[in-house]
């Protein structure tokens, strides 16, 4: 046969290959339009690429109602890197989890209060928003009883949370969700302007990150309000954390893949009034914590913690402490650093703390809870750990030297007059 | 004999040659290897590719579309599996990594789900529920689905994941149903991106046996049989507990349960090759499981099961508790029971503990 033939078959039509279909495939890279009716009702999507953002910075422009889960996951896989997905205003219903990979995505609400992304009837995922997509921004939200944490960022560099609510509605339950923003393992880490309640762990949470500001925004009823855990190079700045268990802890703990985090600056913040008794399961660290804790620190170093008004929390004002196995689990990590180091207590404010201890405070016979209390365990050598305590006269120090059986349990804070090095600010 | 018939014979040898685009090797009709542009991909549906020959719902491979087992499969809610590599012709894989064989680009490799319509004929009345690819792109490995539909005859690309309800007989004929999650495009990364980049991984040489890789070798898949690694061995066979226990860990858990994974924040690593018996979770306490702790004190507390917060977590199905976080809707009663005899059987029993539980 003559290459004739070959010619002839081609364009007789083509019986054997893909019916119906044009040569070469429709779905085109990053389309996903043509394959699935149900990803309609998004507009401007299928494809990404060529979208104009329209009069407000919207790419995509998604509206709450039926199969909004299906609409939103699409518009969040389908968009390219550095786009815009705005939400209406009104109350989206999710039944899964939400994930975000792409990067430098904006999800941007309405506001705080207008849009709701509601998943009180999630079945599936252990979040509601999940984001492991680079320099991702949510703004202008709230996130409403999610069965786990309400947004976690994983392993991220760069993510914002702001003017965002979260929220669970049932107060002090142990069945709501661990944690309200949850980024771990990340870099630059933005939090401001957010108000997070009834959380069962912590609310505003940042774990095993390093550079990051924590800014301007509410924590209550939650265990614990603001925690800052096994991270470094962090501020935590003009926040109200009041009616929690705690109010801002900053810890570091043993057996996680970044530990020793070191160099959190804490001031100009409220803390008051933190006396909510623990509602968090057993079995975690936080749920060792007394209510009527204003601030804790855990084993943590080279922090400083100045300008703070801390009032009202009936268990004491500030808790500095060592890793205590035989309180908060033992543990097999020989480069941990259990003690409390270097860190520097200056300029705050003190008022109306310590008059109804809670929980492990009582335990220890404390009826009147001072303004600070510390186990007063430091490494050998090291006097008192390198803390330094510079507060207004009248300032109540309660040291246990608990780990020498109180021995030399006392009230002077003559020892601690030192200073470190005043810690910078976070940009970026 | 008409010029019609001439030319309808003459169209069954020659159009699939012509009208495609790779002038892909046809040795007889029905073994052609499937034909597409890497940069068309992902394709609307499954047909598109030619994976198959035959009905597709048989899952009848095409040339150079190679089938597969591993030794320790995962849990998917009682699902079914047909696994197939893709390779571009005339290529192999590089076994050099045990932890993850290396596939050129424009690889692809393909794992279907399937049920029984029917308890007292399981096999007879298999139905196909989704097939997943993951395609190795110039950019990376991407990972799509295609959903099948009820008539068994193709499968469509489907983005945003959903949840669907089973409906089948049970072993008494009563119609009842049960859930199945199909995971959302960017759900593949949950279990499939490592270090953040996604990657396959049923290809390890400690998945494969000897015999596999020796039909792997014969089909051209492999050049040679891996360098020897430790293998896995199958869970719910014969092999030593200790050995079956951190397999079926392994191969259920350690894409996330390991460094750079998904659960890597833990600490927790449930690779069988961890020796270090507080990582993976010998005493081990938790350090943001939440209420996912249960009360309970550490993820495994030898010789007590019922102490042990890796039980906890693998028997419940909700959704803030459970473990694994998403792939899954029922509990994996068998992978539950392995674990927990493997626990039980553990010496000396106990962690340290504190006065508030003894």
Same mark, same amino acid.
């Given at each position: 046969?003559?290459?004739?033939?070959?010619?002839?078959?081609?364009?007789?039509?083509?019986?054997?290959?893909?019916?119906?279909?044009?040569?070469?495939?429709?779905?085109?890279?990053?389309?996903?339009? !043509? +394959?699935?009716?149900? #990803?309609?009702?998004?507009? &401007?999507?299928?494809?990404? =690429?060529?979208? $104009?953002? %329209?009069?407000? @910075?919207?790419?995509?422009?998604?509206?709450?109602?039926?199969?909004?889960?299906?609409?939103?996951?699409?518009?969040?896989?389908?968009?390219?890197?550095?786009?815009?997905?705005?939400?209406?205003?009104?109350?989206?219903?999710?039944?899964?989890?939400?994930?975000?990979?792409?990067?430098?995505?904006?999800?941007?609400?309405?506001?705080?209060?207008?849009?709701?992304?509601?998943?009180?009837?999630?079945?599936? !995922? +252990?979040?509601?928003? #999940?984001?492991?997509?680079? &320099?991702?921004?949510?703004? =202008?939200?709230? $996130?409403? %009883?999610?069965? @786990?944490?309400?947004?976690?960022?994983?392993?991220?560099?760069?993510?914002?949370?702001?003017?965002?609510?979260?929220?669970?509605?049932?107060?002090?339950?142990?069945?709501?969700?661990?944690?309200?923003?949850?980024?771990?393992?990340?870099?630059?880490?933005?939090?401001?302007?957010?108000?997070?309640?009834?959380?069962?762990?912590?609310?505003?949470?940042?774990?095993?990150?390093?550079?990051?500001?924590?800014?301007?925004?509410?924590?209550?009823?939650?265990?614990?309000?603001?925690?800052?855990?096994?991270?470094?190079?962090?501020?935590?700045?003009?926040?109200?954390?009041?009616?929690?268990?705690?109010?801002?802890?900053?810890?570091?703990?043993?057996?996680?893949?970044?530990?020793?985090?070191?160099?959190?600056?804490?001031?100009?913040?409220?803390?008051?009034?933190?006396?909510?008794?623990?509602?968090?399961?057993?079995?975690?660290?936080?749920?060792?914590?007394?209510?009527?804790?204003?601030?804790?620190?855990?084993?943590?170093?080279?922090?400083?913690?100045?300008?703070?008004i801390i009032r009202g929390n009936q268990s004491a004002g500030l808790i500095l402490i060592s890793y205590i196995p035989e309180l908060l689990g033992s543990f097999e990590d020989p480069d941990f650093n259990r003690y409390a180091?270097?860190?520097?207590?200056?300029?705050?404010?003190?008022?109306?703390?310590?008059?109804?201890?809670?929980?492990?405070?009582?335990?220890?016979?404390?009826?009147?809870?001072?303004?600070?209390?510390?186990?007063?365990?430091?490494?050998?050598?090291?006097?008192?750990?390198?803390?330094?305590?510079?507060?207004?006269?009248?300032?109540?120090?309660?040291?246990?030297?608990?780990?020498?059986?109180?021995?030399?349990?006392?009230?002077?804070?003559?020892?601690?007059?030192?200073?470190?090095?005043?810690?910078?600010?976070?940009?970026? | 004999?008409?010029?019609?018939?001439?030319?309808?014979?003459?169209?069954?040898?020659?159009?699939?040659?012509?009208?495609?685009?790779?002038?892909?090797?046809?040795?007889?009709?029905?073994?052609?290897?499937?034909?597409?542009?890497?940069?068309?991909?992902?394709?609307?549906?499954?047909?598109?590719?030619?994976?198959?020959?035959?009905?597709?719902?048989?899952?009848?491979?095409?040339?150079?579309?190679?089938?597969?087992?591993?030794?320790?499969?995962?849990?998917?809610?009682?699902?079914?599996?047909?696994?197939?590599?893709?390779?571009?012709?005339?290529?192999?894989?590089?076994?050099?990594?045990?932890?993850?064989?290396?596939?050129?680009?424009?690889?692809?490799?393909?794992?279907?789900?399937?049920?029984?319509?029917?308890?007292?004929?399981?096999?007879?009345?298999?139905?196909?529920?989704?097939?997943?690819?993951?395609?190795?792109?110039?950019?990376?490995?991407?990972?799509?689905?295609?959903?099948?539909?009820?008539?068994?005859?193709?499968?469509?690309?489907?983005?945003?994941?959903?949840?669907?309800?089973?409906?089948?007989?049970?072993?008494?004929?009563?119609?009842?149903?049960?859930?199945?999650?199909?995971?959302?495009?960017?759900?593949?990364?949950?279990?499939?991106?490592?270090?953040?980049?996604?990657?396959?991984?049923?290809?390890?040489?400690?998945?494969?046996?000897?015999?596999?890789?020796?039909?792997?070798?014969?089909?051209?898949?492999?050049?040679?049989?891996?360098?020897?690694?430790?293998?896995?061995?199958?869970?719910?066979?014969?092999?030593?507990?200790?050995?079956?226990?951190?397999?079926?860990?392994?191969?259920?858990?350690?894409?996330?349960?390991?460094?750079?994974?998904?659960?890597?924040?833990?600490?927790?690593?449930?690779?069988?090759?961890?020796?270090?018996?507080?990582?993976?979770?010998?005493?081990?306490?938790?350090?943001?499981?939440?209420?996912?702790?249960?009360?309970?004190?550490?993820?495994?507390?030898?010789?007590?099961?019922?102490?042990?917060?890796?039980?906890?977590?693998?028997?419940?199905?909700?959704?803030?508790?459970?473990?694994?976080?998403?792939?899954?809707?029922?509990?994996?009663?068998?992978?539950?029971?392995?674990?927990?005899?493997?626990?039980?059987?553990?010496?000396?029993?106990?962690?340290?503990?504190?006065?508030?539980?003894?």
């Open positions: 046969m003559g290459r004739g033939w070959w010619v002839l078959a081609a364009v007789i039509g083509c019986a054997g290959c893909d019916d119906g279909d044009d040569a070469g495939g429709a779905g085109g890279a990053g389309g996903s339009g !043509g +394959a699935d009716a149900s #990803a309609g009702g998004a507009g &401007g999507a299928g494809g990404g =690429g060529g979208i $104009v953002p %329209d009069a407000n @910075g919207c790419h995509y422009v998604v509206a709450p109602g039926a199969d909004v889960q299906e609409r939103l996951q699409t518009v969040l896989i389908d968009a390219q890197p550095s786009q815009v997905v705005c939400l209406d205003a009104g109350t989206f219903s999710f039944t899964t989890e939400l994930s975000i990979s792409v990067d430098d995505l904006t999800l941007r609400g309405a506001g705080r209060d207008a849009t709701i992304l509601d998943f009180s009837g999630q079945t599936v !995922g +252990a979040n509601g928003l #999940a984001i492991t997509g680079d &320099g991702v921004i949510i703004d =202008g939200l709230q $996130v409403k %009883d999610s069965k @786990g944490d309400a947004i976690r960022a994983q392993a991220v560099d760069g993510v914002v949370f702001r003017n965002l609510r979260v929220l669970w509605s049932t107060p002090e339950a142990s069945t709501n969700g661990a944690y309200g923003l949850y980024p771990v393992g990340c870099s630059q880490v933005l939090i401001e302007n957010c108000i997070v309640s009834g959380a069962s762990d912590a609310g505003i949470y940042v774990g095993q990150s390093h550079q990051i500001l924590v800014k301007d925004s509410e924590a209550f009823g939650n265990v614990a309000g603001i925690e800052i855990e096994n991270s470094s190079d962090a501020e935590v700045v003009g926040n109200h954390a009041h009616d929690n268990t705690g109010g801002i802890l900053v810890f570091n703990l043993p057996e996680l893949p970044v530990k020793n985090g070191a160099r959190t600056l804490v001031h100009d913040n409220l803390i008051e009034n933190n006396n909510l008794p623990n509602f968090g399961k057993a079995g975690s660290v936080v749920s060792q914590v007394p209510g009527g804790s204003g601030a804790f620190l855990i084993a943590a170093d080279n922090n400083e913690f100045r300008d703070n180091e270097n860190n520097d207590f200056h300029d705050n404010e003190y008022s109306d703390n310590g008059t109804m201890p809670q929980g492990v405070i009582t335990d220890l016979g404390i009826m009147m809870g001072p303004d600070i209390l510390t186990d007063g365990c430091w490494p050998a050598g090291m006097p008192t750990g390198g803390n330094c305590i510079r507060e207004a006269a009248g300032t109540r120090l309660d040291n246990l030297d608990f780990c020498n059986g109180f021995a030399n349990r006392g009230a002077d804070l003559t020892p601690f007059d030192c200073a470190q090095d005043p810690l910078p600010g976070q940009s970026f | 004999m008409t010029l019609r018939w001439i030319l309808t014979r003459l169209l069954v040898l020659t159009l699939p040659l012509a009208a495609c685009d790779d002038g892909g090797t046809a040795t007889e009709q029905g073994a052609e290897r499937p034909h597409f542009n890497l940069a068309d991909l992902p394709l609307p549906k499954l047909s598109d590719y030619g994976f198959f020959v035959g009905r597709m719902a048989d899952e009848q491979p095409a040339a150079g579309v190679v089938p597969y087992t591993v030794i320790a499969p995962l849990w998917a809610d009682h699902a079914g599996k047909g696994r197939f590599i893709l390779l571009p012709e005339g290529t192999a894989a590089d076994t050099t990594e045990p932890d993850q064989w290396a596939l050129p680009v424009g690889s692809i490799v393909i794992k279907s789900f399937s049920d029984s319509g029917d308890l007292r004929d399981p096999e007879g009345s298999r139905r196909l529920i989704e097939t997943r690819l993951l395609i190795h792109t110039a950019n990376g490995w991407t990972g799509h689905t295609y959903l099948w539909d009820d008539a068994q005859t193709e499968a469509v690309r489907h983005v945003p994941g959903r949840q669907l309800e089973r409906t089948f007989l049970d072993e008494a004929g009563v119609e009842q149903t049960r859930p199945y999650i199909v995971p959302n495009t960017n759900q593949c990364k949950n279990c499939h991106e490592i270090d953040d980049t996604v990657r396959t991984l049923g290809l390890s040489t400690r998945q494969m046996s000897a015999e596999q890789q020796e039909k792997l070798m014969a089909a051209g898949v492999l050049a040679t049989a891996a360098p020897a690694v430790e293998p896995l061995v199958a869970p719910f066979g014969d092999g030593p507990l200790d050995r079956r226990a951190r397999s079926y860990l392994d191969a259920n858990c350690s894409h996330c349960h390991r460094p750079g994974g998904g659960g890597g924040t833990s600490g927790l690593t449930l690779l069988a090759t961890e020796t270090h018996p507080a990582a993976f979770g010998i005493c081990k306490s938790p350090v943001a499981a939440g209420p996912g702790a249960g009360d309970r004190h550490h993820d495994i507390n030898p010789g007590h099961p019922e102490a042990s917060i890796m039980i906890y977590r693998m028997s419940s199905t909700d959704p803030e508790i459970k473990m694994p976080e998403i792939p899954n809707l029922l509990v994996d009663e068998a992978g539950v029971a392995l674990l927990t005899a493997w626990i039980a059987g553990m010496t000396p029993a106990g962690c340290d503990r504190d006065e508030a539980n003894p």
